[in-house]
Structure formats: structure tokens, C-alpha cells
């Protein structure tokens, strides 16, 4: 049985004038059974239309803040770097991938472009914007859990790992502030931050604001998240 080909979008390291990729992202789709491709960073359309076509899945990681002005805002002095070619490529290919109903899992900032793209806007500061007593920024071990989300019942992600609460890992400044018309909410952290949703009428569109990628060798959870994206394409 033929392996699902799955292009991860790259990381991009602009001051090394680089593109890069953390193993996690590469092995979490391998251990899950599918065959990880990093895709060069172009919004050319052609090129995109053809890896759209050729790939079954596309995972879209992490990396630069969004830039704000996609969602109608200016820049405020806490938002971080952006990449506006990383943002130019997404936006086509996610497009692609949602017309041709091709699954797609976000991590991380993925989960802010995913509700960006479909309409939604963005903390681009939470220190700054949404001040908690939960860690969203936490130190190594990345892996280790340090905030608790609660599921939403009845939703995908409640399905698969059939339970109500989850201890997740963190790394993030920016987050969803309004939800996008259609996405769902799958998860909600203790300080009432959507961290995780999906598109009810797509085959397989979930995203999540925490780190499967770094916490997959040690936590089960993060494992059957990884499954059913490699199931589904």
C-alpha cells in the first residue's frame, strides 16, 4: 500500500538567507506512517497547482508571526518578524488544498494562518493582549506539558483521543482572538484561547496551537493526532 506523500511547508530563516526544518515535523508524519517532502517556498501558481495535485497532505508548521495586515490590522511594536513570501505561499496553496478537499494539519502558527486565511484575526501579542497566569511561552523541555485544554465533547479531536482534558506543551506569543466563520473549536486553554480547531465540512482540516512535533517520542496523544492526519490522506 502506496505511502501518503505529505509537503511541509519550510521554515525560513531570513537573516541565514535559509530554509530549514526542525525533525520533529519530518518524523511525527513518519512514525505515523506517511512520507514527509519539504516544499520550496514560491507562490508561484503553477508549481503550487502541481504539488497540490501531486501531494496527499500538507502540514503547515511553524515559524513568523502573521502578518497582521492580512487580517485588516497594523502592526503593533510586540508582533514579531514576518515572512510575507511564506504568507504569499501559504495563502495559494492552502487555497488549493481546501478547493481540492486535500487534508491539511497546522501546528502552531499554522493554526493562526488557517483562521487568518479563512477570515478570522489574531492576538498579535498575548503579554501584551491576553495576559494569563498560563505559560504560552514555556522553556526546555519542549515536550513537556505545562497548560491544560479542555476538549470540546463530541468534537474530532475529542473522538480520537477520548478524553475531556488535555495537558499540551506551549511555544507561541500570538494566538486566535476571533474564530474564522466555519472553523470549530476543538479545544480551549485554562485562560480561554481557542487551541485547537478543524472545518466540520472538509475531510481532514485540524490545527493546534501546541507542539505535536516536539512531544510525539514521549506522549501518545500527539502520536494519534499525527495517525489520523497520515489516515485521512
Known sequence: MKQPLIGVVPLVDEARESYWMLPGYMQGVEQAGGVPVMLPLTDDAAALRQLADTCDGFLLTGGQDVSPALYGASPTPQCGETCPARDAMEARLLGLAL????????????????????????????????????????????????????????????????????????????????????????????????????????????????????SFRVNEDSRKIFKAFIESC
Open 99 to 214: 478547493a481540492a478537499d486535500k487534508p491539511v494539519l497546522g501546528i502552531c502558527r499554522g493554526i493562526q494562518f488557517l483562521n487568518v486565511h479563512l477570515g478570522g484575526t489574531l492576538y498579535q501579542d498575548l503579554p501584551a493582549e491576553h495576559r494569563s497566569v498560563a505559560n504560552h511561552h514555556q522553556t526546555p523541555p519542549y515536550d513537556a506539558p505545562v497548560h491544560s485544554v479542555t476538549l470540546t465533547a463530541g468534537s474530532p479531536l475529542w473522538a480520537i483521543l477520548g478524553k475531556d482534558a488535555l495537558a499540551v506543551n506551549s511555544l507561541h506569543h500570538q494566538a486566535i482572538k476571533t474564530l474564522a466563520p466555519g472553523l470549530a473549536a476543538m479545544a480551549v486553554s485554562e485562560d480561554g484561547l481557542t487551541e485547537a480547531v478543524c472545518l466540520p465540512d472538509k475531510r481532514f482540516v485540524w490545527a493546534v496551537q501546541w507542539h505535536p512535533e516536539f
